[in-house]
């Protein structure tokens, strides 16, 4: 029952809730799998629970903690107490019956399931995974915490950049530390054991790299539910307030503001390359793993820096469904060799570089 519970959360509902995740789900090593993967999937029911706008920001808070909690009560062969089973009835009912999606509605009503295969993984995985689910809701407590409810028409803004900084380890450079930490414990011998404190520091900036591709190609449409994660100090520095940025044109004022915060993006995506190449050549799954995201963060960020309207989410720097299918293959074929990859990290740099100062100059 165990291993058709495990086979169903880590096959069709993972496929379901996560589509691309999936995909580098599918070529990571055996030994990674389960805890990366159960970890991901009651960090989305997390996430779930804190997006789901029709529900007030204190109930979502209350609801976010006490899925917390119960994480961080399991113990191998556990079983729920009163309370604990409560909260997972509470989160079914108030927050499963809100989503449009059916496969998270899906996840959210299959949370017992997945902590009680949680429970499964070893002392080691289990106490990793809790720490990445702890941080990881520690960064939607703060969104809920910092921003008003998306309906309020109301927008609030980070002060500063160190709270982006900040806000960008917890809910993604946080991934990064952790899958370092999986690699070292699951294949021993991959990542070079005297490099493991720069490995642990690259892993966080390659997922703050990632991370912040999200928070500029995002920008548009969060501040339209309220939530401005551009920091009122640098907004400052270029005459412009949060508000201003829901304003038709003001992508051309900001644009200083959005190539600086790239520049910032493309030194963290530095990292993030250094520590592919600090994968061995022929570690091809887990080179992979790291490839697919970095590519499609850089050439998201290329769209990013020629959009005129970044501002407007009628105008997403997104890349397209063909785009990645190239990606795809031309990183699986090229994978193994540096010299391949290293023309190729170079060509996208350089490219968003280029355009960049073009446009400074123009």
């Known amino acids: ?5 495990r086979a169903f959360l880590l ?3 993972l496929k379901g809730v996560s589509r691309s995740f999936y995909l580098t789900m599918r070529v990571l090593p055996a030994g990674m799998r389960d805890p990366v993967g159960k970890a991901y999937l009651l960090a989305r029911a ?5 997006d789901t706008s029709l529900i007030p920001p204190p109930q979502r808070l209350a609801l976010l903690l006490a899925l917390r909690e119960r994480v961080n009560g399991i113990t191998a062969g556990a079983t729920s107490g009163a309370a604990h ?4 009835q509470r989160i079914a009912g108030e927050v499963a019956d809100q989503q449009t999606q059916s496969d998270e509605k899906l996840l959210l009503e299959s949370l017992d399931g997945a902590l009680d295969v949680l429970a499964q993984l070893d002392e080691a995985d289990r106490t990793a995974v809790r720490e990445i689910v702890t941080t990881l809701t520690e960064g939607m407590e703060f969104d809920l915490n910092t921003f008003p409810d998306e309906r309020s028409g109301k927008v609030a803004a980070l002060g500063t950049w160190d709270a982006l900084d900040r806000y960008t380890y917890l809910v993604a450079g946080c991934v990064g530390e952790f899958w370092t930490k999986m690699t070292y414990m699951h294949l021993p011998g991959t990542l070079d054991p005297a490099l493991r404190e720069t490995m642990y520091q690259r892993g966080v900036r390659f997922g703050k790299a990632l991370q912040m591709v999200n928070v500029l190609r995002d920008c548009g449409k969060d501040l339209r539910i309220g939530r401005c994660y551009l920091p009122v100090t640098m907004l400052a520095q270029a005459g412009l307030a949060p508000e201003d940025l829901l304003h038709p044109g003001t992508s051309a004022r900001a644009r200083p503001l959005m190539f600086g915060l790239v520049r910032i993006t493309l030194d963290h995506f530095r990292a993030a390359i250094d520590y592919t190449f600090a994968l061995p050549r022929l ?12 590519l499609i963060g850089l050439e998201t960020l290329e769209r990013l820096v ?3 309207d970044w501002l407007d989410p009628a105008r997403p720097s997104k890349v397209t469904r063909n785009d990645v299918y190239r990606i795809l293959a031309c990183s699986t074929l090229a994978a193994p060799s540096n010299a391949l990859l290293d023309r190729w990290f170079k060509r996208l740099l350089a490219r968003i570089e280029t355009r960049m100062a073009a446009i400074e100059k123009a």
Request: with cysteine; aromatic share 4%; hydrophobic share 45%.
């Open 1 to 5: 029952m165990q291993n058709s519970n």
């Open 11 to 13: 096959g069709p509902l």
């Open 46 to 50: 997390a996430d779930t629970i804190a």
């Open 85 to 88: 089973a409560d909260a997972l």
């Open 283 to 294: 570690s091809v799954r887990l080179r992979l793993a790291c490839l697919w995201p970095i």
């Open 306 to 308: 020629g959009n005129d």
